[in-house]
């Protein structure tokens, strides 16, 4: 596969959904009131970055996908390089109205030493699982850097509540809920090359979340100011749909936390305004899929003019974002939470970091 036609592929993917949103997206406008739906409010969000470095060098990550096909390839059958993979995972602790503090873990990496490392060593996420501190599983989709380290959380609690994608195929399943040992075939040797692997199966309530929402109004309700929103679109490596989280902070607004961005940032912040009862734009965080591999185009300046049009307040970004429209962004005056640099303490870092720092990166954290 040639390297124009690869980069075509990946933004059709994600950043293309928000270029061609931008246009109609640019000014917000109100919805129309039936549509409203009331998802309550809590007091305040924090999400802990456990790992947002599912990879640590994008050529090697391209070069696996072309090497097999390119974007549209299964993932299942790319025997991808192992010493180059990480995960994405995040902490989200909710404060309710009242006062209490709620946990939710979104996705659990991909490759199981790493995750290990991220949840037993770098932070007490394997003793919160045991405890029941982390009641709630959010699988925003399944690609292989949100799903594939699953058994680094089941491992520590089977019988945990997880709400997924509808949208899966049977390895997915096979991964979550059997003891699946997937391989895949090198080209080259012809051998069977290990890619991912669960041994402790999932035995708790698994909630699959379709876009018609637990009440037929398009939201699946966690708890009260707490929603997931399903996006069935198409995403790269034969995946489809990806939940995303929406926090209403009381006196703030909504927040929007997501795994990739998949269905584009703008169509996000659409939904919400369009959809949620009371919508004040309020701020973000997560992979926004937008300069996947840190190649700039000009139409990535019109996402820019479109999330300023939204006046959020604060913007966390890392993963899938990519460090070059981070650091445009905060320059046009889009309010980017700048990270620390913790990750430097980490045994792995990516070879994109920078000192600008535009990124929440490993061991960084935001309130909203």
Same mark, same amino acid.
């Given at each position: 596969?040639? @390297? ?18 931008? /246009? ?46 390119? /974007? ?6 790319? &025997? ?21 503090? @709620? ?21 007490d996420i394997a003793n919160m =699982? ?13 690609? =292989? ?80 100011g707490v929603a997931i929103r399903?996006?069935?679109? &198409? ?27 998949? &269905? ?13 009862? #009371? ?7 997560? #992979? ?17 003019? #479109? ?22 962004? /905060?320059?046009?005056?889009? &309010? ?33």
């Amino acid at each position: 596969m040639k @390297r124009r036609t690869f980069l075509k592929s990946i933004a059709a993917t994600g950043a293309a959904a928000s270029v061609g949103s931008a /246009a109609n997206f640019m000014l917000p406008r109100r919805a129309h009131a039936a549509k409203k739906v009331d998802i309550g409010e809590i007091k305040s969000v924090r999400v802990d970055v456990l790992t947002e470095t599912s990879w640590f060098n994008n050529d090697i990550l391209k070069k696996n996908m072309m090497d097999y096909g390119g /974007a549209m390839t299964n993932q299942y059958t790319i &025997p991808w390089d192992w010493d180059n993979a990480g995960g994405y995972s995040a902490l989200i602790t909710v404060t309710t109205l009242e006062g209490n503090e @709620r946990k939710i873990l979104m996705d659990s990496g991909w490759n199981n030493g790493w995750m290990d490392y991220i949840f037993e060593e770098k932070n007490d996420i394997a003793n919160m =699982l045991k405890k029941g501190e982390i009641e709630t599983f959010v699988l925003s989709h399944w690609h =292989l850097d949100h799903l594939w380290g699953i058994e680094s959380t089941l491992k520590h609690k089977q019988d945990l509540k997880m709400y997924v994608p509808k949208t899966h195929y049977p390895e997915d399943m096979a991964l979550l809920k059997e003891k699946a040992h997937h391989k895949a075939k090198d080209k080259d040797t012809g051998e069977m090359m290990h890619v991912c692997k669960n041994d402790y199966p999932h035995t708790g309530e698994l909630v699959q979340c379709d876009p018609a929402g637990d009440k037929g109004d398009g939201v699946y309700r966690l708890m009260p100011g707490v929603a997931i929103r399903m996006f069935d679109v &198409p995403i790269l490596l034969r995946v489809r749909g990806e939940n995303v989280l929406y926090f209403n902070v009381k006196d703030k607004g909504i927040v929007t936390v997501t795994g990739c961005c998949h &269905p584009g940032i703008l169509s996000l912040f659409s939904y919400a305004r369009k959809n949620f009862k #009371g919508y004040q734009p309020y701020g973000c965080y997560g #992979g926004l899929h937008i300069t996947l591999f840190e190649t700039w185009e000009p139409k990535f300046d019109d996402i820019i003019k #479109g999330v300023k049009a939204f006046k959020i307040q604060k913007l966390g970004c890392n993963h899938c974002t990519g460090w070059i429209w981070a650091e445009k962004a /905060a320059a046009a005056g889009v &309010p980017v939470v700048k990270g620390t640099d913790k990750y430097k303490e980490y045994k792995k870092t990516s070879t994109v970091a920078k000192a600008s720092n535009v990124f929440l990166t490993n061991g960084d954290h935001v309130v909203f």
